[in-house]
């Protein structure tokens, strides 16, 4: 999960996306074209409606659930707790829910850099695991639930840091030998243990572990040193098919994250390359599709086929915000990864999966805002930047079904709004506003107004004539997506639609370096407003 920052001093010259001000994913849709832009409307990518990092997701036999796990981005390089996690019967409509760690966890070590969790389930204990990484400091939760509450599984010394290191990720193999795979400058594999009440312990008397390290809590431990892995970075992650176990990896950091790995037939190795597996990274930016640092990845397989899943930069580049994305994995004869190819367009995990019921009203329709945040694409020493772009974060991209784009009023707007034109009498049953922080708290409130109170957008703003839907002004919603429907279940009909933030909790910025873009305004993913 740590970020390397590297410069890079590439031009991308990307003003030919913009025209007037506008994107061309109207343009698009309205010519039929394939979804291939990072603009585009209806992308499957990202597949969750937030900044969620370092992607660990599964799906779950015993619950037929699909759960993600990650790093809560978006503050800098730490996370933005309260930590969330994310679970879909379909891996399309995704919901979550707070996600409350064992409180010794965060009283020995914080609460600014949760990192890289991994989550797995063990049928021998018939317990799930969770496992996060704090501060460097790694710690090991139970459950008979996926979704908690979650206990401390330290079988040695409960409450308290297993092992030092980040990024750990835990492998289950055929035997139900429980594994973890971590970093700490080199990646080193431990064997696991149970007790009879499913806490864990290192397994040290297995010889072929013969590394050793301590810490002040569990004592000397033995672990694995994985030998001869070249062009590694971090963020190890074991996946096993047709008897050979892939231990895989991302390389350099930030904007130029990319994929590879190593095979054996051994869990413990040796690993070695496999058709330039260590040379030449199998996932990688896309500078022509707008793809930055795709990485820190999961594999799942899901009937008969098999996924990845991998954080992504924000594009524009906008450090850290980063977002969850899944492509489909091929096979070599051989055994070797196929390169794969990031999309915006996703893949169909699940056939026929929606992420929503009904028809979103909201979908495509013009809007007004009070403001928008311009991009600054001026060249920037200190770290990478998109640079030679135009580029507005404008109200449409808060109703383009695209979870990598969002409005933003910019930093320091008050009570900024924005009005959705319907473009005809509508019967509102529901909104749903997915707010840019999905686990922070807003203050809102949502007005209508009837057709025959105003002839387009520019009159709408400047009536008087608003009436109140919902109002979330005094305690606000401490997540979202948040759905809200007319008060007292009374039947409303209406063209325009106007939400006004009036304060929101969000992070100061999500990168300390370049504050001109990455500094945190009130910002919104998508409105989805369903009636008929």
């Known amino acids: 999960m740590k970020k390397s920052i590297l410069n890079l001093s590439i031009g991308l010259c990307l003003s030919c996306l913009i025209t007037n001000g506008q994107s061309l994913y109207g343009q698009q849709a309205a010519q039929g074209t394939k979804d291939t832009n990072v603009f585009s409307m209806q992308t499957g990518n990202p597949v969750i409606p937030a900044y969620l990092a370092d992607a660990s997701i599964m799906y779950d036999q015993k619950t037929g659930m699909f759960y993600a796990y990650g790093t809560n981005d978006g503050a800098g390089g730490g996370n933005v707790y309260p930590t969330q996690m994310w679970y879909s019967k379909d891996c399309k409509n995704w919901i979550n829910r707070p996600l409350h760690l064992p409180q010794s966890w965060t009283d020995y070590a914080g609460t600014t850099a949760l990192w890289a969790p991994s989550m797995i389930y063990n049928p021998s204990t018939q317990k799930y695991y969770l496992m996060y990484g704090i501060d460097c400091k790694t710690f090991v939760a139970m459950s008979n639930s996926p979704l908690g509450p979650w206990e401390d599984a330290n079988a040695i010394a409960p409450g308290k840091m297993f092992y030092r290191g980040y990024d750990g990720q835990f492998f289950l193999d055929d035997d139900q030998t429980m594994y973890i795979v971590t970093d700490n400058g080199f990646f080193k594999i431990m064997k696991l243990t149970f007790d009879t009440q499913g806490k864990i312990s290192i397994d040290n008397t297995d010889s072929h572990f013969t590394d050793t390290e301590s810490n002040e809590f569990i004592g000397k431990y033995f672990y694995k040193n994985v030998e001869g892995i070249r062009n590694m970075f971090e963020a190890s992650f074991i996946y096993k098919r047709n008897g050979l176990y892939y231990l895989m990896w991302s390389f350099e950091g930030s904007e130029n994250y990319n994929v590879r790995y190593a095979v054996s ?37 899901y009937k008969g086929r098999t996924f990845i899943a991998y954080h992504r930069q924000h594009f524009p580049f906008v450090d850290s915000k980063r977002q969850t994305c899944i492509d489909e994995v091929f096979f070599a004869p051989d055994g070797s990864i196929l390169p794969i190819t990031p999309t915006h367009k996703g ?14 009203l909201a979908l495509g329709k013009p809007t ?44 320091g707007a008050v009570q900024p709004w924005i009005i959705i034109d319907l473009e005809k009498e509508s019967q509102i049953k529901e909104i749903e506003t997915i707010f840019e922080f999905t686990n922070r708290t807003y203050k809102y409130k949502i007005e209508y107004l009837p057709a025959a109170g105003a002839q387009g957008l520019d009159a709408a703003a400047g009536s008087n004539n608003w009436q109140l839907l919902a109002d979330r002004s005094v305690e606000g919603t401490p997540q979202s997506p948040v759905r809200d429907t007319p008060q007292k279940g009374s039947l409303i009909k209406a063209r325009f639609i106007r939400l006004t933030i009036l304060d929101a909790d969000v992070p100061p910025t999500a990168d300390g370096a370049d504050l001109k873009n990455a500094s945190n305004g ?8 369903f009636g008929k």
Do not use: C
Not at 371 to 389: A, E
């Open 265 to 301: 037939e051994k869990i413990i190795g040796p690993y070695h390359e496999l058709n330039g597996s260590m040379t030449n990274p199998i996932l990688v930016r896309d500078d022509q599709n707008q793809i930055l640092g795709p990485g820190h990845h999961s594999m799942f397989d």
């Open 368 to 411: 007004k805002v009070s403001s928008v945040r311009h991009y600054d694409s001026s060249p920037f020493q200190p770290r990478y930047r998109t640079v030679g772009i135009d580029f507005d974060f404008s109200g449409n991209y808060a109703v383009d079904e695209n979870y990598g784009t969002h409005w933003d009023p910019g930093v």
């Open 522 to 529: 009130w910002s919104i993913f998508e409105i989805r407003v």
């Open 347 to 360: 893949v169909e995990v699940v056939a026929g999966a929606k992420r929503y019921k009904g028809e979103n």
